[in-house]
């Protein structure tokens, strides 16, 4: 059929073009145009489109005599800290699934890598933690690939989907660990790798079109042997609410309350909102995302610094909406952080040659350097004069992110209702005073009626064990303590029988004692069997949870010995590898471990799912 104006949405120039071009076109070559496509239309890349297609296109072979066909295999291995990995994995085998895919979805350490040569398809969804470091449920997966027990992998194709945040020095480099070993190992990659950053979604979805149609053009092979437990896990690839990241709650705020004491030098905010009408729900371990405003003096400041107009300069966002210039920096474009590719961007709008010099690749202390405390306006006072004009803010910067916060409620004993819990942050840094983007706005300029954009972040790696009698271990000093609120008002509206410990820590006992009343009435209802608390400025000797977990060591133990699960949440820098720290010296001492035994064990107990982080 030819196209035409009145059967195709294309001008009578371009239809023309398109009937011509289409009939020529090789089975090949239409493969690599349906990846070119689908990913340039998720992107706007041309390059990185090509690049996509080229990878992703099936060259023409003679044809075969038919034979017998079975469905197609494809394997699915998430690695996935905060449950965003986990959901794209899960996105991509319902894609599969429907195009007749046998799928199997999984988190790493839950596969057996002794099914690993036989994948004709292997996808790897992975984020990248803390300092370069695989999550929690990547790292036994990492380790088998990157040793010698690792099989040769010359049947199987692949592609790897990396997250990331460039404001981290080692961005995506899990991701990156993950393709660059397996080409090693034999591997043929069949679509790049594909880096995202914080705002993730359209380069993702651009990657999930790129391997479904790398796949689906494909001949169908013989079916291989299926692995035990293949399939798509409910929680991995569960629908989506009509409110997601990408279409936020407007919940009312009904109350905002200083947790801290008068005297306190920090302010930790307890904010109730109203989900009432959004259909949301969710479970302990959850998270909330937070769409914040920035602070409005930053933003005037940014703007008088360029001398632009701030209401009649029209800003085009990423997504094709329009906005005034100080709108678009209050709501929609992140001005608090700098990153390299900002950098390497502005320098097409500097006049000082300095930032040139700057980005060069043999200056990677010195961007670190630079970036680290420094936010826009840093960067326009340090490397004017600009040719800046407003309609490159969205070419420049990157979206404003959501924040996460772990939620402090159960939502049995809050019915519509989430409460957060959110630290106030602000500090000195380069001569000028800084503050948190969403714990400022929480702190001075939200209040009860006000409405705040969100959505459920669903965590599937942080989750109260299924028998509410196991007993469970909870670590959480400062803010970490707010999903142990959740877990505990659960399970007081469950009648959970099992046993439960709470180790709580923060600077003074008088001030800064979190949900102090929450946990001396569950404390009196035997909701909470346990309680240790260490306040580290009450006390010559600065004394942290750790140290509490260690004077308690035989009875940990013990604990462990007989099913429990452990929690941590909060610090990743610092609290979590000392906590981690403590359990091994724990293990070691009362288990009569040698250290590698102890890691062992530790690392059983991870893989079991009894042994859960949420660290930020």
């Known amino acids: 059929m030819q196209l035409q104006v009145t059967n195709s949405p294309f001008t009578s120039e371009q239809a023309e073009v398109l009937n011509k071009l289409l009939p020529t076109l090789t089975e090949a070559q239409i493969n690599w145009l ?41 394997t699915i291995l998430f690695g996935s800290q905060t449950g965003n990995s986990q959901r794209l994995a899960g996105r991509l085998a319902e894609k599969l699934k429907g195009e007749g895919f046998e799928v199997t979805l999984s988190a790493m350490n839950k596969y057996k890598t002794n099914n690993l040569k036989k994948a004709a398809y292997l996808f790897i969804v992975a984020s990248t933690h803390g300092e370069g470091d ?4 990547a790292m036994s997966f990492h380790e088998f690939l990157h040793s010698k027990r690792a099989p040769k992998l010359d049947e199987v194709k692949f592609s790897v989907l990396a997250l990331g945040d460039t404001s981290y020095e080692f961005f995506c480099k899990t991701g990156q660990d993950f393709d660059t070993k397996l080409a090693e190992l034999g591997a043929q990659r069949i679509v790049d790798r594909v880096d995202c950053d914080v705002d993730f979604e359209d380069l993702a979805s651009g990657w999930l079109a790129a391997v479904t149609s790398a796949v689906t053009a494909a001949p169908a092979a013989a079916a291989t042997q299926s692995t035990a437990g293949a399939g798509v896990s409910a929680s991995a690839a569960a629908t989506e609410s ?56 930053l933003v005037d400041a940014i703007i008088s610094e360029l001398k632009w107009n701030p209401e009649d300069a029209v800003v085009t966002g990423k997504a094709g909406e329009t906005s005034s210039l100080r709108t678009a920096l209050l709501h929609h474009f992140e001005i608090t952080v700098l990153t390299k590719p900002l950098l390497e961007k502005a320098v097409a709008f500097s006049g000082n040659n300095k930032l040139a010099d700057l980005v060069k690749p043999e200056n990677k202390e010195e961007i670190k350097a630079y970036t680290t405390g420094r936010d826009l306006l840093d960067l326009l006072r340090d490397y004017g004069p600009w040719t800046l004009a407003a309609a490159d803010v969205a070419t420049l910067l990157r979206k404003l992110p959501p924040r996460l916060y772990s939620i402090a409620s159960s939502i049995n004993s809050h019915p519509e209702e989430v409460h957060l819990t959110i630290r106030k942050v602000e500090y000195e840094a380069h001569g000028r005073d800084r503050k ?96 240790d608390v260490a306040f580290s400025r009450d006390s010559k ?26 929690y941590v949440c909060g610090d990743e820098k610092h609290m979590a590898h000392d906590v981690q720290a403590a359990l091994l010296s724990v293990i070691g001492q009362y288990g009569g471990k040698s250290p590698e035994a102890a890691a062992a064990y530790l690392s059983e107990l991870q893989d079991q799912g009894r042994y859960q982080r949420d660290v930020y």
């Open 34 to 74: 349906g990846g070119y496509l689908a990913f340039y239309r998720a992107t706007g890349d041309v390059s990185a489109a090509a690049s996509v297609a080229a990878a992703s296109a099936i060259v023409e072979a003679p044809a075969a005599p038919a034979v017998p066909q079975g469905p197609r295999e494809a």
């Open 134 to 137: 695989p999550p929690d449920n």
């Open 242 to 297: 009509e409110y997601s990241r990408n279409n936020p709650f407007m919940a009312e705020v009904l109350d905002n309350l200083n947790l801290n004491g008068r005297g306190s030098d920090r302010e930790t905010r307890h904010v109730e909102l109203s989900l009432e009408g959004s259909g949301l729900t969710y479970a302990p371990g959850d998270a909330v995302g937070v769409y914040p405003t920035n602070d409005p003096a």
């Open 436 to 531: 948190g983007v969403c714990s400022v706005y929480a702190s001075e300029r939200l209040e009860a009626g006000d409405k705040l954009p969100i959505f459920i972040q669903q965590n599937p790696n942080f989750k109260l064990p299924v028998n509410p009698d196991t007993p469970v271990i909870m670590v959480g000093p400062g803010t970490g303590v707010a999903p142990f609120r959740a877990f505990l008002e659960e399970r007081e509206e469950l009648g959970a029988g099992g046993q439960t410990w709470l180790f709580y820590g923060d600077r003074h006992f008088v001030t800064d004692f979190l949900y102090q009343t929450d946990w001396q009435r569950m404390l009196k209802d035997g909701v909470l069997t346990n309680l």
């Open 541 to 566: 000797e600065k004394v942290y949870v750790q140290q509490r977990m260690l004077e308690n060591g035989e009875e940990l133990y013990k604990w462990l010995q007989n099913g429990a699960h452990v």
